[in-house]
């Protein structure tokens, strides 16, 4: 198959510049690789060429496959060298007046009809096409590191991007392999932009003194699936790169809430404790692998009391049905006799409110996270209150962990810490939709392939229903009175007229 861009130009011989530069041969373009230091160029160009030798060893590409591939790979010693391209790729340092003064030099040497991208992950396009001669003929195409593993890419329309440059592109990154998916120009793009409710919320839910950095990992595993917890994922991305982004599209939104930073990396950052490449971030590396605090031991109890269950607990049949699996003694009164266990699942609400509002004893109340189907996890949450006895707590938790489940127990907030980061995740997500950056479809293709999720955002609020999601929204935002929480109109839509989150609103 004749590639789309036959002649690709890639400046920068990074990692992200090499990484394109290897697809993009892979894919049968002729790729001239450029960098204003001649020796990281050859260097850049070994390291492509030791990769495709592995993947021979491998048996994945021929001999032949790499001969041709090797030979489609050249160094350029002079931005002259690249006149002929038909498309050239920026993969330089994060500055913009530094890539503007790139392309306008760029645009003096090409043909009008070469097409000009850059690969900036937190920069404007339009920005940086501003005061180009031709800006129909530039876009954004932000590709993940490593990009020879990370198969999607972010195609950006700058302002006056030609629509037909985009579609170029889009065309092009599949025929490198790659998934490619849309957007307008906006902070954070998709990946970015959605990725900002996992670690932001768990910022907070630890500042609030909720639960450790351990403890809310464990559960966001566990509980939906994610690869890496949020405080496990800061420390591979160091938070030298990510409070930055944090920060930036805060401002870029004009201080929206939602994006809201937080003191706890920044004081890391500041600190120089930014993650596993400097030894030490939540975790402490010991040749590079994390010491994880043990977990708390489960109880060891003579006699669980009866358990009586709320009449307003979320999922209550099922929450029934496994205490009667767990072999508890359920009380099944108008209300709880005064030995009994009280047990509540709200979503949204903290347990405190729940004991005051329902008339419960507090200090025998203990709440349990049931926003997922128990069958679908593999940890169970408790929650106390200020006022839950300690013989109460304990006894929960040994009564949850009888069929040898992992169970975490946190302190009283509003919202579990699975209902807060997933509404937080969906609801973001729900607001890209209404803005239209991109389609239903490309978000959660680009989020489940970007970031790892176990689904995407949509498709989590979809398995959940946009009624619970909106539920832990309206009652987070009751409890916390914060504009962070306020649901996004297209999520509302969705709650009211009961259609499915992936609906594509014509």
Request: glycine share 8%; aromatic share 6%; hydrophobic share 45%.
């Amino acid at each position: 198959m004749t590639p789309i861009f036959q002649k690709v130009a890639i400046i920068g011989a990074g990692a992200m510049g090499r990484g394109i530069a290897q697809i993009a041969a892979q894919a049968g373009s002729q790729v001239w690789l450029y960098d204003t230091q001649p020796e990281a160029v050859a260097k850049a160009r070994d390291a492509v060429s030791k990769q495709w030798d592995k993947l021979q060893e491998k048996g994945r590409l021929t001999a032949e496959a790499v001969a041709g591939h090797k030979s489609r790979l050249q160094e350029a010693a002079h931005m002259e060298d690249l006149a002929g391209c038909d498309l050239v790729v920026e993969a330089i340092v994060e500055k913009l007046d530094i890539k503007k003064s790139l392309f306008s030099a760029l645009e003096k040497v090409l043909d009008p009809s070469a097409v000009l991208v850059t690969n900036t992950s937190s920069l404007s396009v339009t920005a940086i096409a501003a005061g180009l001669q031709r800006p129909e003929q530039f876009a954004g195409y932000h590709f993940f590191n490593p990009v020879p593993l990370m198969k999607v890419v972010e195609v950006i329309a700058g302002l006056k991007t030609n629509s037909a440059i985009c579609q170029r592109l889009s065309d092009f990154a599949r025929q490198m392999g790659h998934t490619p998916v849309q957007a307008l120009d906006t902070p954070g793009f998709i990946v970015n932009h959605a990725g900002r409710g996992y670690s932001t919320e768990a910022l907070r839910i630890v500042s609030e003194g909720i639960a450790d950095f351990a403890t809310i990992d464990r559960i966001l595993r566990d509980q939906v699936g994610f690869k890496l917890g949020p405080f496990e994922l800061f420390d591979l991305t160091a938070l030298d790169v990510s409070h930055p982004v944090i920060e930036a599209i805060y401002h870029q939104y004009y201080e929206e809430p939602r994006y809201r930073p937080n003191v706890i990396t920044a004081q890391r950052l500041a600190a120089g404790v930014v993650g596993k490449k400097v030894g030490e971030g939540f975790y402490k590396y010991v040749d590079g692998v994390a010491q994880v605090p043990a977990e708390p031991p489960t109880p060891v109890i003579e006699k669980i009391p009866p358990v009586w269950v709320s009449p307003r607990a979320a999922r209550r049949m099922e929450l029934l049905q496994l205490l009667k699996d767990l072999g508890a003694n359920i009380e099944t009164g108008a209300s709880p006799s005064p030995e009994a266990l009280t047990l509540v699942a709200p979503l949204g609400f903290d347990v405190t409110t729940v004991a005051v509002v329902e008339r419960l004893d507090p200090a025998r109340t203990v709440g349990i996270d049931m926003l997922f189907q128990d069958s679908a996890t593999r940890r169970r949450v408790l929650a106390t209150n200020p006022a839950t006895r300690s013989d109460m707590r304990d006894a929960a938790h040994a009564l949850f962990a009888r069929d040898g489940k992992a169970v975490s127990v946190i302190r009283d907030s509003g919202g579990f810490v699975t209902q807060r980061v997933v509404a937080t995740i969906v609801n973001i997500a729900s607001d890209i939709c209404q803005q239209r950056i991109c389609s239903p479809q490309d978000l959660d293709t680009a989020v489940t392939l970007g970031l790892a999720y176990p689904m995407g955002p949509l498709a989590m609020g979809d398995r959940l229903g946009p009624d619970s999601i909106l539920e832990v929204l309206f009652n987070m935002q009751t409890v916390y009175g914060d504009m962070r929480y306020r649901p996004s109109p297209w999520l509302r839509r969705r709650g009211a007229i009961g259609l499915s989150l992936m609906h594509t609103e014509a």
